[in-house]
């Protein structure tokens, strides 16, 4: 697949889940209590709005400063990067990588308590994990997703031709 089709790919799949996160995110804030577990499918998945000024696991609560520089970083390389890309799999990947991070950065940039001190709405809660929502979910899967790219090596920006098409094609 050529190089325009592929970015155009990944910035739509990270439009796309920039908005689910931040739709996702306006419902879990007009539906439910701060602190309060609402079972959806029973114990497997509750619905809790909690606001999450760290990362990943709550790391990082003080530095929250920080994480949105970082945040706003791997978007920047991300976007720089999509021009490079020549792989469906590493645009499908970084589409999902970046709607994350943006999604994030979003609440960052825009959430109470403040211009990049902004606390992070997570509300999706699994057994023994700690709460998080569409973003992370996206992040993870793009983790997932580059693990399998680096396991298969899947050329980024290189390569031959020929191994290029086999791999978009398997």
Known sequence: MARPPLMVLLLVLALTVWALDQLSKQWALASFVQGEAEPFLGRILQ???????????SLGTSFTPV???????????IVVASTRVRSSWWAMSLGFLLGGALGNLTDRLFRPPGFAHG??????MLPNFPVFNVADSFITTAAACLMVAAFKDIPFAGGSRAHSEEVDHA
Do not use: E, K, Q, R
């Open 67 to 77: 994480l949105t520089v970082i945040m706003a970083s791997v978007s920047i390389a």
């Open 47 to 57: 619905f809790t709005l909690v606001f999450n000024p760290g990362a990943a696991f």
């Open 119 to 124: 606390h992070v709405v997570d509300f999706l």
